[in-house]
Nanobody
């Protein structure tokens, strides 16, 4: 599994924006599916957005139209642009990646979410 360092979290008011980053070294990610996940207090970890190796994105219904996933393979980095943030977006956000040979973008998040090794994540708090 790919060791990521997530960053970019913080405290933001409702309606605000944040850009999360997750980076790794020693891995070439061009053939990896990537995903952003979050875990709110007292809740299970959930897939927020995932992207195939060829750039096709998937978004959970709760973030569709507000969040945008991106990848920079040259920098071994993935991004999550989060706009119009809501209090229910408050959570610790994590990255995960794997060289999945899946053709269905909808299948990526559940597969990645089942991995058992995760980084420290970055905390996002949306509150006034």
């Amino acid at each position: 599994q790919v060791p990521f360092v997530e960053s970019g979290g913080g405290l933001v008011q409702p309606g605000g924006s944040l850009r999360l980053s997750c980076s790794t070294s020693g891995f070439t990610l061009d053939r990896y599916a990537l995903g952003w996940f979050r875990q709110a207090p007292g809740k299970e970890r959930e897939g927020v957005s995932c992207i195939t190796s060829d750039g096709r994105p998937y978004y959970a219904d709760s973030v569709k139209g507000r969040f945008t996933i991106a990848r920079d393979n040259a920098k071994s980095t993935a991004y999550l642009q989060m706009n119009s943030l809501k209090p229910e977006d408050t959570a610790v956000y994590y990255c995960q990646a794997a060289p999945l040979g899946l053709t269905s973008v909808e299948a990526i998040c559940p597969v990645l979410n089942a991995f058992d090794t995760w980084g420290r994540g970055t905390s996002v708090t949306v509150s006034s």
